[in-house]
């Protein structure tokens, strides 16, 4: 752990960290304070449905992802990462300027738009943060520069999420919002000022943006990296479907399936992004530093393992049936309801235990000239993959699947996932065949 904290102190890795951090932050705070304002009928929304407009607000923040990601990729090929940051947060505290004007206007579509902006900024970060830290972290260092990149995400957006959420109703939220936002994004962007050179592995790059060409070639150099590459390009894909799929229903599972209050569904929010983060943390002790994922598939076993016995609690668990909601001591105080509670922070700590490595065996093991490509290949994934999970849990409950049934569902998967990386020997290795 000391080695991990010492990352921390050095200007080669705590900037980009605090980059990475504030910006989680600030989207999670602004799409809560827009999805809390919608869905409690605090703004006008025309007669529009609230669940309708939340889902096409998720759905406006990743689509950048996949359009962008590629060129994004090629970008970072060319130019100083450093740099490209740099104008990324430039970008941000603009984007945050309108922000303000949108939580004051009360109009969804300027809303919306300032939420495509915003997805659009972060797609084209991804690339950056992930194909910086091999230059800028040795070898050995990669999973713990991963692992603290990944924790510190999963706390923004669970401090963002709470936060917004808080402030969103309150008599003078929007105005409590919009300093915060602006401020993040002017710590983000002091921050990035201090991230070291990163020099372009491919200067004379040529670049002509065509979605369906940039698809096709950051694809096709995933394709052609060393072994190990492309697996983990999906493994870290399938951790998004998973976690998008649990994450996205706590808050239906906690109020419907289980009658308990929002303080609850806090606790339970924050049992998963304190579970990953210490997952994450824990993966530089058991590899001892090297980018291997001889881990991986014993803890997609355990993702699936907790995930089934959520489903087992979940049935277990005495609603109220009077219609009133549990609160928080009276949920700690049945066995189930804390049987649910350490299910879900061991079933993220397998979550961490699985994407570090994976992360960082795509970063350690892509040949450096297309590096940051190939991981925009693995950010278009991501996004992909976290789109699915909502169309396959919108088929799932229509079929009148309850949650429980669907988290069970994607636990089984998870399980079958599992058999199969047992097979795969390039995980095992500890760098490229």
């Keep these: 752990m000391d080695s991990q ?18 910006g989680a932050f600030n989207d999670n705070l602004l799409k809560t304070v827009l999805v809390v304002l919608i869905a409690y009928g605090l703004w006008d929304i025309g007669g529009w449905d609230p669940a309708v407009l939340v889902a096409v607000a998720a759905g406006l923040f990743i689509l950048p992802f996949i ?96 936060i917004g959420a808080l402030i969103a109703p309150l008599e003078h939220g929007k105005m409590i919002a919009s300093v915060i936002i ?32 940039k698809i096709y070639e950051v694809f096709r150099h995933a394709l052609n990296q060393p072994s190990g590459v492309i697996v983990g390009i999906v493994g870290v894909s399938f951790f998004y479907f998973v976690a998008a799929t649990f994450h996205a229903q706590f808050p239906n599972f906690t109020k419907q399936t289980l009658g308990a209050d929002n303080i609850v569904l806090t606790v339970f929010m924050i049992a998963f992004s304190v579970g990953v983060a210490v997952g994450g943390l824990l993966n530089h002790k058991l590899l001892d530093g090297k980018a291997s994922g001889v881990w991986v598939p014993v803890a997609c076993v355990f993702m699936g393992a907790f995930g089934v016995d959520i489903y087992f609690a979940a ?64 950010n278009m994934m991501d996004a992909v993959f976290i789109l699915l999970s909502s169309v396959f849990s919108t088929v799932v409950l229509a079929m009148g699947m309850t949650i429980e049934e669907l988290y069970l569902s994607v636990s089984v998967i998870t399980i079958f996932v599992a058999l199969a990386l047992f097979k795969i020997p390039s995980l095992r290795a500890t760098k490229a065949a």
């Design 5 to 22: 904290i010492s990352l921390l102190r050095t200007t080669r890795f705590l900037p980009l960290f605090l980059v990475q951090f504030f």
């Design 182 to 213: 602006v401020f993040i994004a002017l710590v983000g962007y002091w921050a990035a000022v201090y991230i070291p050179k990163a020099e372009p592995p491919e200067p004379d790059l040529h670049i002509r943006y065509n979605v369906l060409v």
């Design 315 to 378: 049935l277990a668990y005495p609603k109220p049936v009077d219609g009133s909601l549990h609160d928080i001591v009276t949920f700690v105080s049945n066995f189930h309801g804390v049987r649910l509670l350490v299910d879900t922070f061991l079933q993220a700590v397998a979550c961490g235990f699985f994407v570090i490595p994976l992360r960082a065996i795509v970063q350690d093991r892509s040949q450096e000239n297309v590096r940051s490509r190939v991981i925009s290949s693995s």
């Design 67 to 162: 359009l962008l990601c590629p060129f994004a990729g090629n970008l970072s090929d060319k130019y100083d990462k450093a740099v490209m940051i740099r104008w990324v947060k430039r970008a941000e505290i603009v984007i945050a300027l309108l922000a303000v004007g949108a939580l004051y206007s009360d109009n969804l579509y300027y809303a919306f738009f300032v939420l495509l902006l915003l997805g659009a900024q972060s797609a084209f970060f991804s690339p950056c943060k992930f194909a910086i830290l091999p230059q800028h972290l040795k070898r050995d260092e990669l999973v713990s520069g991963n692992a603290w990149v990944s924790s510190g995400t999963y706390m923004a957006i669970l401090a963002g999420t709470i």
